[in-house]
């Protein structure tokens, strides 16, 4: 059985990824329709070894439409996502909008796949921030094994987090630096080019940022409401691919050997973790890539039943558009197919 497809913001730096993960992992696709704004209309995306022309989302009729994508930020998702789902089609949202709604399951295929039996509520299935899904995705092994107390992260985010703006910013601040003319940040509250921004989004009243806030009522969704969280996040000068710098403190004993051999043996995960020069996964090297990465991993001596370890993903990948489509691939798998 094949699917009518829409993705909604096909020409952002998500939407495309989006485009280029269903004709990688051979989705079984009846049709794809690219959507984005009036603006975009007629402009050309790639699907495989196709050319497809973009439509205007506001034209477009969803009626007949199986699953549709978002990948257009939180004021779209708000304004179509109900419609979209109102006229049949199952949307799979990638931004916060629906994240916590009692109603919409928010789902990482590796962790939680279970929760998608939620989705007949509101046709709508949310898809964590990107920080969230590499993380949980980490943590849910070592969860199972031993219980997690109190997560502390500390993360090392990429410019594309915040879209394709921010990465031209990045790449003519570091040019304008070399010839000695610095443009002014405009996607930045501080220069990014060198330097690294302990900032993530906007600022809330407790003094946490949105993103810090999105981390942890995210992980507890998703993985165990009983899990304390302490999220720093930090926006540094690369382009692709976050790190994050993840302390954990379990209720039961849980040694480094024994969190190697569950995380080997996880879903999407990937362990690195040569104790010399180089025996460990950076930005760079995840850049293309399907897997979450986890490197450093050692025991934290502070704490009873710690540990500290190193988690490295493709956010546009894993924290996006990949994970939107394994949604679609799990949903085909456990529901639409049954239903048929």
């Known amino acids: 059985m ?15 990824e989006m485009l280029n993960i269903l004709s990688e992992r051979d989705f079984p696709c009846a049709a794809v329709v690219p959507l984005a704004s009036r603006a975009s209309l007629g402009k050309e995306v790639s699907f495989g070894d196709a050319t497809l022309k973009v439509q205007a989302l506001e034209h477009f009729d969803f009626a007949g439409t199986d699953l549709a994508l978002f990948a257009a930020g ?20 990638n931004a916060s909008y629906f994240r916590m709604d009692p109603d919409v399951p928010l789902v990482v295929p590796e962790v939680n796949p279970e929760a998608l039996a939620g989705y007949r509520r509101r046709n709508i299935i949310a898809n964590p921030n990107c920080s969230t899904a590499q993380m949980v995705v980490a943590l849910k092994p070592l969860h199972d094994h031993a219980r997690i107390k109190r997560v502390v992260v500390a993360t090392y985010q990429s410019t ?12 003519e601040q570091t040019r304008g630096i070399y010839v000695n003319d610095r443009p002014a940040p405009k996607a930045f509250a501080k220069q990014i080019a060198f330097n690294v921004i302990p900032q993530v989004d906007a600022f809330m009243e407790d003094g946490a940022t949105k993103e810090e806030w999105k981390m942890v009522v995210e992980t507890k969704k998703i993985l165990d409401p009983a899990i304390k969280v302490s999220a720093t996040c930090v926006r540094v000068p690369t382009f692709v691919g976050h790190a994050e710098a993840i302390n954990l403190e379990f209720e039961r004993p849980i040694d480094d ?20 020069a180089g025996g460990y996964v950076t930005p760079v090297d995840c850049v293309g890539e399907y897997a979450t990465y986890i490197s450093r ?13 190193w988690v490295v993903s493709d956010n546009l990948r894993k924290g ?5 489509v394994q949604i679609a691939e799990s949903l085909v798998a456990r529901h639409l197919k049954k239903a048929a």
Do not use: H
Not at 2 to 16: L, W
Not at 160 to 171: N, T
Not at 258 to 274: F, N, S, T, Y
């Open 2 to 16: 094949s699917y009518r497809v829409a993705v909604v913001g096909a020409t952002g730096n998500v939407g495309r």
């Open 74 to 93: 939180s004021a779209v998702s708000r304004e179509w996502g109900p419609k979209a789902a109102a006229a049949g089609a199952i949307v799979i949202d």
């Open 160 to 171: 594309s987090g915040a879209g394709r703006a921010a990465m031209d910013e990045l790449f």
């Open 257 to 276: 050997a024994k969190a190697r051999e569950l995380l080997r043996q996880a879903p999407g995960c990937m362990v690195i973790d040569r104790r010399e």
């Open 297 to 309: 991993i050692r025991v934290d001596g502070t704490v009873e039943n710690g540990l500290s370890i």
């Open 320 to 324: 996006a558009a990949l994970n939107a």
